[in-house]
């Protein structure tokens, strides 16, 4: 399997294998349901979580308003600080500035500490075609790029392997990377910890450059933060001579006053923890102490562009705690893979389309991949509507209309594949806006009803492979109140149609 | 009380007994029912599978037929939170397109009136035993669109409840979708099938008779997926048990 997620097919069929993977999905269910129970606790804990809640999604808002002028600001204060700072359109960009700086340092080696930005823009691969190798720090990151794999988490990237997959990746493949797994190694989580903190522990103390992405970005000072569990990224952030940040232009904060509402709840939604175990903050560059030269990459990537939708821009508010995936029945059952981005389960449902427009397969289905319960919007921390973002975006994949690419307003055609559902769509509704017609269909089903299979061709065969039809009753309710005007005389046909 | 009773198009169509149980009880409780015959749908389908100006002719149409009344009931929970939460927000979007207020006026008079059949039996009648009789062990489903679209929280089981002989046990996972969505459905019939086949062994492990739900979407999917099982459960919506009584029990 690739590091990229190019050429996807669309979700239903990439879900197929994962929901018929009984492993997988048994992985899943016991991931998601056990943070999913931690969490609501954590969150029952603090009594003004609906406060924090709208506080954060205010914040966000006021934000993604002003994002020119906080921009601006936080360019300035980076500057002041001795930082650099270096904007990216896209993503060829952003990996051309990365792989520029890197280079500038004569270094081949990078560690990294996780940062869905540098997933984003396929920023390893990128790396890689130039002979720089990038290491990836987190045990989980570790995990997926020795086993070859993609990330399926936002939080938990091997949230689909268990212990003994596990300790085969690291049995298979550390030596390939660095320092051998130990022998005789274990699926004990202790023995594949310390593993892993072995093979680490040599990257750590080699490198001279570190990439990182943030989880904030305070406009009125330039610092940067970081918030993780394991301690690998305050390595990264320390140890380089050279640290390289690259995040994307929607992580900004205004104050580190505002800061006090995401640390409690990002942590509590993320990880069911009433605060994380490390929390990292880092501005600019300081004499004899931590990294001598640091840079920051801005990505743009499709951000704009998101912001110019009035409905869809709300996904920017998101703080990436995934949160919204182990509440998501698809997700459970898909797996993260079947997304086909670095942004899985509701979040990347809504995110990836508008960050990717929705002109590829996969993005065209994943508006579709969701039964729009309504679990996402409810535990997510910034108050996301994912429901509501997820229908707009579906209006857009079948009806086509104004969107806004690089920049510029176009009107989208709608995507291949819906002409049908389009021309039933209006038939129903012109069928519907006439009750004489709607009528005249339901007594037409009630006189056939006999010759009704239980099973459907067509489009409808997904739907009756796995479920059987009703039976169509003999009368509509409609005909039945006007024989027996409301019940309150007995027509004289026969009562009861099951 | 005048109330117009919104029985939505699936029911009409092909679960009539939802319709009667609703005007039995609601007679029974001193509630004066129409069923105005200019009603077809509320458009939610349409709405859902990305299909909003489709659905808009349809919300008018709601909101003609529908306006004069004191209160409209429906005995389903995502019709009723169509009305209530995505018709304001159509109204909203015509208005961002430039379309002026001339649809956020006409479907803003049915918006506040319109209640879930649980919902207006606990906070618009104010009862909570209506006098049903059904003896049989029970678990109750509450849907997604009622669960957190309406709020409808504890109303449904308070009711269930009351109900004289009922036993109500709890479903294990109840807040969990059980994998219709509308469309969703067919456009994702691997994913909708997981979940409701998990929904389904759920409700077996109760040992209930019946499943209850306050949508009868919701349980054709859940219905045909017991059906399939071969679990033995029925799929009984909340109006039928609630309209029962010794005299005249649900056959
Ligand atoms: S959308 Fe909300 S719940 Fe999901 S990852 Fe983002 S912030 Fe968390």
Redesign the pocket.
Known sequence: MSGTFVGMPAFPKAAHEAVHNTTLRGNLRHATHTIRGKRAKAVTEVSDWAELREAGKRIKDHTLRHLDRYLVQLEESVTAAGGTVHWAADADEANRIVTYLVKATGESEVVKVKSMATQEIGLNEALEAEGIHAYETDLAELIVQLGKDRPSH?LVPAIHRNRGEIRDIFAREMSEWGRPAPEGLTDTPAELAEAARLHLREKFLRAKVGVSGANFMVAETGTLVVVESEGNGRMCLTLPETLISVVGIEKIVPTWQDLEVFLQTLPR??TAERMNPYTSTWTGTTDEDGPSTFHLVLIDNGRTDTLADEVGRQ?L?????????NVCPVYERAGGHAYGSVYP???GA??SPQLRGTASEIDASLPYASSLCGA?YE??????D?PEVLVHLRERVAQGGPATEKGNKVVLKPAKGHAAERAAMRAARWALSHPGALRTGQRLASRTRRLHPRTLPGPGKAWSASRDLPAVPAEPFRDWWQRTNGGRTNGGKQEGTK | MRVALFLTCVNDTLYPDTGRAVVKLLTRLGVDVDFPMGQTCCGQAHYNTGYRHEAEPLARKFSDVFREYEAIVTPSGSCGAMVRELYPRMGERARAEGRGDTLARTLAPVVPKTYELTEFLVDVLGVTDVGAYYPHKVTYHPTCHGLRGLGLGERPRRLLQAVKGLELVELPGAEECCGFGGTFAMKNSDVSAAMGADKVRNAESTGAEVLCAADNSCLMHIGGTMARLRTGMRPVHIAEILASTEEEPLG
């Open positions: 936002i939604s993320s996904a508010r998101c703080i990436r705690c995934s949160a919204c995936l389960g509701p979040i809504i995110l996402c535990v997510c921390p910034v108050a996301i994912i």
